[in-house]
């Protein structure tokens, strides 16, 4: 059922216009194959429904782009959405297509005429979505009006306008001309990763008007977390071919810094016997479209590839990311492995880290524009990987979440260190913070602590607060692994454009009006990895684990037939559905979870068919 089939289907049923609620869930049933929205998708709707300027973060997988699409549904209008990628284009433009929304992208992809075709149909009511690049919609905007045909502007991967960003991109710097030429017109920024500083940013240099706020949690419980100090090329290479064999059916990422070392482990796979690609900015536009085809279609079982990979892949069964080598700050390492687990079902994820990496990323960040932010966000990659606290809460904690305890599916949790009640001193610790006006770093705040007599101490005065020397009995080294520790949990915070001072959080000050206790970990000096539970599973497949299996290989025979990737059938997450409710009629199928109207009268027969034959 195409989309003016089913606003008819809305009219012709009486239902209010104005029951934006209703509405939404309608199309949201008919369209995807969902019951109703996840946690905020409908107040975020509610406000750009409103003509609010809206700020939505939300993690990889998380649902934004619903929150676009279906006010692009529910509008008179066409919905513009600025895209970094041709790549993500083309796979957000394909989903909706094949779920019978109208959607199209103008970009150097097309011939200019078919550009110019798609701009009429856009301004004709023809199509709801339309994709550009920000260098684009710029270019466009010198001459045709998007005024009386556009209801909003959704900036995808909105970080990328903002310094402070892990990903900061030029051609997004002048996005902030929308609201000047188009200051009624609503925006929407998304993106999965910005700090707060970022966020901040981002509704700056866009010039958002009182913008509706919706920060969902960064949590992916999913994904398993586990850092193991580097071993040798051939054990890195032994572990990625235990998670291949782990998952045999399904997709997975390695991610390196160098091309050398993603080519390096590429043949190694390869001559291992396993489906393998590459894939780094060094090879041909063809090339790198080949390779991103094969993983999307299901043909490798693993893509080696530097980090110019990933970002305009909306693949849902990647079942497991490696980091060959450390990332240079959170943001990336989180946008990175959120690529894993999209459907909701479990993934793994692993970073080998060594000092080695740490000497190569501080030469990158030598030669960029920002050494002083990127050599802090850097540290905290570090400590990341060195932290004795679940690995979790110092993610969480970095982007301004706090999560009580520990997520029982990190290495750390799995294998925790020792720890003790560390109240006391994390009170001295966070007393000393607010008596300074929180104008302190780590290294002052210790001095503080110990007692120490240097001179710039002294000139400022904090000899004599009250909490001047009340730590001389713990050495600095230990003060400077539990002040780590309370920002990993997220009591403390840097304000990297504060000079990196420290600031309480409002955890931390529960901690120190003594509402609540805090665990601290003694770090094991001779702390060794544990071993790699990789072993193949050589228990027999259950029936339910059959069926999946035999549905994938039917999914991927439609999807070769049709020309897209298997997950634009329907996702994993779909499949398992259907395993659980082995639907055999039609009315049965539909309620299958991610199974809309349009899925349903194309597949309902082949899926419901197979799923007798199995019973």
């Given at each position: 059922?195409?989309?003016?089939?089913?606003?008819?289907?809305?009219?012709?049923?009486?239902?209010?216009?104005?029951?934006?609620?209703?509405?939404?869930?309608?199309?949201?049933n008919?369209?995807?194959?969902?019951?109703?929205?996840?946690?905020?998708?409908?107040?975020?709707?509610?406000?750009?429904?409103?003509g609010?300027?809206?700020?939505?973060?939300?993690?990889?997988?998380?649902?934004?782009?619903?929150?676009?699409?279906?006010?692009?549904?529910?509008?008179?209008?066409?919905?513009?959405?600025?895209?970094?990628?041709?790549?993500?284009?083309?796979?957000?433009v394909?989903?909706?297509?094949?779920?019978?929304?109208?959607?199209?992208?103008?970009?150097?992809?097309?011939?200019?005429?078919?550009?110019?075709?798609?701009?009429?149909?856009?301004?004709r009511?023809?199509?709801?979505?339309?994709?550009m690049?920000?260098?684009?919609?710029?270019?466009?905007?010198?001459?045709?009006?998007?005024?009386?045909?556009?209801?909003?502007?959704?900036?995808?991967?909105?970080?990328?306008?903002?310094?402070?960003?892990?990903?900061?991109?030029?051609?997004?710097?002048?996005?902030?001309?929308?609201?000047?030429?188009?200051?009624?017109?609503?925006?929407?920024?998304?993106?999965?990763?910005?700090?707060?500083?970022?966020?901040?940013?981002?509704?700056?240099?866009?010039?958002?008007?009182?913008?509706?706020?919706?920060?969902?949690?960064?949590?992916?419980?999913?994904?398993?977390?586990?850092?193991?100090?580097?071993?040798?090329?051939?054990?890195?290479?032994?572990?990625?071919?235990?998670?291949?064999?782990?998952?045999?059916?399904?997709?997975?990422?390695?991610?390196?810094?160098?091309?050398?070392?993603?080519?390096?482990?590429?043949?190694?796979?390869?001559?291992k016997?396993?489906?393998?690609?590459?894939?780094?900015?060094?090879?041909?536009?063809?090339?790198?479209?080949?390779?991103?085809?094969?993983?999307?279609?299901?043909?490798v079982?693993?893509?080696?590839?530097?980090?110019?990979?990933?970002m305009?892949?909306?693949?849902?069964?990647?079942?497991?990311?490696?980091?060959?080598?450390?990332?240079?700050?959170?943001?990336?390492?989180?946008?990175?492995?959120?690529?894993?687990?999209?459907?909701?079902?479990?993934?793994?994820?692993?970073?080998?880290?060594?000092?080695?990496?740490?000497?190569?990323?501080?030469?990158?960040?030598?030669?960029?524009?920002?050494?002083?932010?990127?050599?802090?966000?850097?540290?905290?990659?570090?400590?990341?990987?060195?932290?004795?606290?679940?690995?979790?809460r110092?993610?969480?904690?970095?982007?301004?979440?706090?999560?009580?305890?520990?997520?029982?599916?990190?290495?750390?949790?799995?294998?925790?260190?020792?720890?003790?009640?560390?109240?006391?001193?994390?009170?001295?610790?966070?007393?000393?913070?607010i008596?300074?006006?929180?104008?302190?770093?780590?290294?002052?705040?210790?001095?503080?602590?110990?007692?120490?007599?240097?001179?710039?101490l002294?000139?400022?005065?904090?000899?004599k607060?009250?909490?001047?020397?009340?730590?001389?009995?713990?050495?600095?080294?230990?003060?400077?692994?539990?002040?780590?520790?309370?920002?990993?949990?997220?009591?403390?915070?840097?304000?990297y454009?504060?000079s990196?001072?420290?600031?309480?959080?409002?955890?931390?000050?529960?901690?120190?009006?003594?509402?609540?206790?805090?665990?601290?970990?003694?770090?094991?000096?001779?702390?060794?990895?544990?071993?790699?539970?990789?072993?193949?599973?050589?228990?027999?497949?259950n029936?339910?684990?059959?069926?999946?299996?035999?549905?994938?290989?039917?999914?991927?025979?439609?999807a070769?037939?049709?020309?897209?990737?298997?997950?634009?059938?329907?996702?994993?997450?779909?499949?398992?559905?259907?395993?659980?409710?082995?639907?055999?009629?039609?009315?049965?199928?539909?309620?299958?979870?991610?199974?809309?109207?349009?899925?349903?009268?194309?597949?309902?027969?082949?899926?419901?068919?197979?799923?007798?034959?199995?019973?």
């Amino acid at each position: 059922m195409t989309y003016s089939a089913v606003m008819t289907t809305l009219s012709d049923n009486g239902m209010p216009q104005n029951d934006i609620t209703k509405q939404a869930r309608a199309l949201l049933n008919r369209f995807y194959g969902y019951r109703d929205f996840r946690p905020g998708q409908l107040d975020i709707i509610k406000s750009i429904m409103s003509g609010r300027d809206t700020l939505v973060l939300m993690p990889t997988g998380g649902g934004k782009s619903i929150c676009y699409q279906i006010p692009a549904m529910l509008g008179e209008g066409c919905t513009i959405v600025i895209s970094p990628l041709i790549s993500l284009m083309k796979d957000q433009v394909s989903g909706l297509n094949a779920n019978g929304i109208p959607a199209a992208a103008i970009n150097s992809g097309n011939s200019e005429i078919d550009n110019r075709n798609v701009l009429r149909e856009a301004m004709r009511g023809k199509i709801k979505l339309l994709y550009m690049s920000p260098e684009r919609l710029m270019v466009e905007m010198e001459h045709v009006d998007f005024r009386g045909w556009v209801d909003l502007f959704a900036i995808d991967e909105a970080h990328c306008i903002s310094q402070w960003g892990h990903d900061f991109r030029p051609e997004y710097s002048a996005l902030g001309l929308i609201k000047k030429r188009m200051g009624n017109v609503p925006v929407m920024a998304l993106t999965a990763t910005a700090d707060k500083l970022t966020r901040d940013d981002i509704a700056k240099q866009l010039s958002l008007c009182d913008p509706f706020v919706y920060i969902s949690s960064f949590d992916r419980p999913n994904l398993s977390l586990r850092v193991i100090p580097a071993p040798p090329k051939s054990k890195k290479v032994a572990y990625i071919s235990r998670l291949i064999d782990r998952y045999p059916d399904d997709s997975g990422i390695v991610y390196t810094l160098s091309r050398k070392g993603a080519e390096a482990i590429n043949a190694e796979l390869t001559l291992k016997g396993y489906k393998s690609t590459v894939y780094h900015a060094g090879l041909s536009a063809s090339e790198r479209d080949r390779a991103q085809e094969m993983f999307i279609n299901g043909e490798v079982q693993a893509v080696c590839a530097t980090v110019a990979f990933g970002m305009g892949i909306d693949k849902s069964n990647i079942r497991w990311v490696v980091h060959s080598n450390m990332p240079r700050n959170l943001e990336s390492y989180y946008q990175e492995i959120g690529r894993a687990g999209r459907d909701g079902m479990k993934a793994e994820t692993t970073l080998f880290y060594s000092y080695a990496d740490v000497a190569t990323l501080q030469s990158f960040i030598n030669e960029s524009g920002q050494r002083e932010i990127n050599q802090e966000k850097l540290k905290r990659m570090m400590e990341y990987c060195e932290s004795p606290v679940c690995r979790r809460r110092v993610l969480l904690s970095y982007f301004n979440e706090v999560l009580d305890h520990d997520c029982k599916n990190c290495d750390v949790c799995l294998s925790p260190p020792e720890r003790f009640d560390g109240t006391i001193p994390a009170q001295m610790a966070l007393s000393a913070i607010i008596r300074t006006g929180e104008k302190t770093g780590i290294q002052m705040l210790i001095d503080i602590l110990r007692g120490s007599a240097r001179t710039e101490l002294i000139n400022l005065g904090y000899d004599k607060i009250k909490t001047y020397g009340v730590g001389r009995m713990i050495p600095f080294v230990e003060w400077n692994e539990y002040i780590s520790q309370l920002i990993q949990l997220g009591a403390v915070d840097i304000a990297y454009n504060d000079s990196n001072h420290l600031k309480i959080t409002p955890y931390g000050q529960k901690i120190l009006r003594g509402e609540v206790t805090v665990m601290l970990a003694r770090r094991q000096k001779e702390a060794t990895a544990k071993k790699s539970r990789g072993a193949k599973n050589t228990a027999p497949v259950n029936p339910a684990e059959q069926l999946f299996s035999e549905l994938k290989s039917l999914r991927k025979e439609l999807a070769a037939k049709e020309g897209i990737p298997p997950y634009l059938v329907f996702t994993d997450k779909t499949l398992m559905d259907m395993v659980r409710r082995r639907p055999v009629t039609m009315n049965e199928f539909m309620q299958v979870e991610g199974v809309g109207e349009r899925k349903c009268v194309k597949y309902w027969a082949q899926f419901t068919a197979h799923i007798s034959k199995f019973k």
